[in-house]
């Protein structure tokens, strides 16, 4: 009974307790939780911070009286940590910065790696560095934001296309990262992200394969760098190629929405570049973006199922227990908050925003946004820059650029097979 019990000890559990508690708040007191300030100008502003810091303190403290930490000196550590990622989201909500598709995590990741290398870390700072516990909260939080009705919105073209497209860019992605000598672990973060959605891919799948948070910031670093050039590429090749293959409008906008859905890498991206060609492109776009968010889970699970049965050298062959042991137990917070807030919905139990977006959802979306910023600072903080720009992540690069020049062209074939020929031929 006492060995049963330990296990639950594990950060993992723990991660998906104190999830549990941020969920249930999303879906009891949606409409009173605070949200992210997107400036620091009005005591409304500074009273969401304060709320956002207090919830974020309680969730640590909770966290780490169960996983039977110390908790001295945690308060000012995360205070400093928590503003650090402040500056980061209201610098990505400025205008003329958010225009140009730059999301919180890369400022987050910017002003760590300034601070830990133009500077130096004092002791007082270190207690809340965390990044593992963070962004295992974030990907739980994420999980609620998956909803199943988004695959049946985009019907049967928009889910085979996700299964195409995530399946053969990952598989592509992987062996083409290995042939240019990175090491396995990146190569799956690398490969998730590629093929399904960016930041939260990369870090669900680092979770899981275990990867080195190093090499995670320089992933997601690329990632959010080539969507900026991409947000702009995409439209200007949609507008030049696709009205060569097919003489209907509607078509040419339903394959660009496809297109541009599966090739961007986040999803605000996405709603930005399909916006440029059309109402229309945007409405497919964000669905088919949507539809391969909801693969992460399913990825995340191969991945740790493939890796928790390899075993270790010189090794018996592994059982069911060895699994069980080695599969990192926040994915399953992961699929059962998608899970959940899905029948929610199925339910009619979520309510409607003015901006017309369900609420519930929304709240777990900035709950995720909100410890993702957090798990990131501390990711920079941990970070030295001279292992960034070695000759190792040199290869890192040339992969994801090859890896993602692939997914445009072999997206571009799947939509155009997709949504410009077998939709369009069964009406």
Not at 17 to 41: D, E, F, G, Y
Not at 138 to 164: E, N, P, R, Y
Request: aromatic letters at 12%; hydrophobic letters at 55%.
């Amino acid at each position: 009974m006492k060995n049963w019990l330990t296990q639950f000890k594990h950060e993992d559990w723990v991660v998906v307790a104190v999830s549990i508690l941020l969920l249930a708040m999303s879906v009891i007191i949606p409409s009173h939780l605070p949200q992210i300030p997107k400036q620091l100008t009005t005591w409304t502003d500074f009273s969401n911070a304060i709320q956002l810091f207090v919830i974020v303190l309680i969730i640590f403290y909770l966290g780490w009286i169960m996983l039977g930490r110390p908790l001295k000196g945690l308060i000012l550590s995360l205070l400093a940590i928590f503003g650090i990622s402040l500056i980061a989201q209201i610098t990505a909500a400025i205008p003329q910065v958010s225009y140009y598709g730059f999301e919180s995590v890369f400022f987050s990741v910017i002003l760590g790696l300034i601070i830990r290398n133009v500077f130096y870390i004092p002791n007082w700072m270190k207690p809340a560095i965390q990044s593992e516990f963070f962004i295992k909260i974030g990907v739980v939080c994420l999980g609620a934001t998956i909803l199943f009705s988004d695959v049946m919105k985009s019907g049967a073209m928009g889910l085979i296309q996700a299964v195409l497209v995530v399946s053969i860019v990952w598989f592509f992605a992987y062996f083409i990262s290995r042939r240019m000598k990175v090491d396995q672990r990146s190569a799956m973060i690398l490969s998730s992200g590629v093929s399904i959605c960016g930041v939260s891919a990369c870090i669900t799948a680092a979770r899981v394969a275990g990867g080195d948070d190093k090499k995670l910031s320089y992933i997601v670093s690329l990632v959010l760098i080539i969507v900026v050039p991409m947000i702009y590429l995409m439209p200007w090749l949609a507008q030049v190629l696709l009205p060569r293959l097919f003489d209907n409008p509607q078509v040419v906008q339903e394959v660009a929405g496809a297109w541009i859905g599966g090739t961007i890498d986040t999803t605000s991206g996405v709603a930005a570049s399909s916006a440029i060609v059309s109402e229309l492109s945007n409405q497919h776009a964000v669905i088919i973006k949507g539809a391969q968010n909801v693969l992460i889970g399913f990825v995340a699970f191969f991945i740790a199922l493939y890796l928790s049965t390899r075993g270790e050298k010189n090794s018996h062959s592994p059982s069911l227990d060895i699994v069980w042991e080695k599969f990192p137990k926040f994915i399953i917070g992961f699929v059962a908050a998608s899970l959940v807030f899905s029948l929610l919905q199925t339910n009619g139990l979520f309510h409607v925003n003015l901006k017309g977006k369900l609420l519930e959802p929304g709240v777990a979306k900035m709950f995720s946004t909100l410890f993702f910023s957090l798990a990131f600072v501390c990711v920079g903080l941990e970070t030295r820059l001279k292992e960034i720009i070695s000759r190792e992540n040199r290869h890192i690069l040339w992969a994801f650029l090859t890896a993602q020049t692939f997914n445009i062209i072999v997206t571009l074939v799947i939509a155009c097979i997709l949504f410009g020929v077998l939709k369009p031929l069964l009406g």
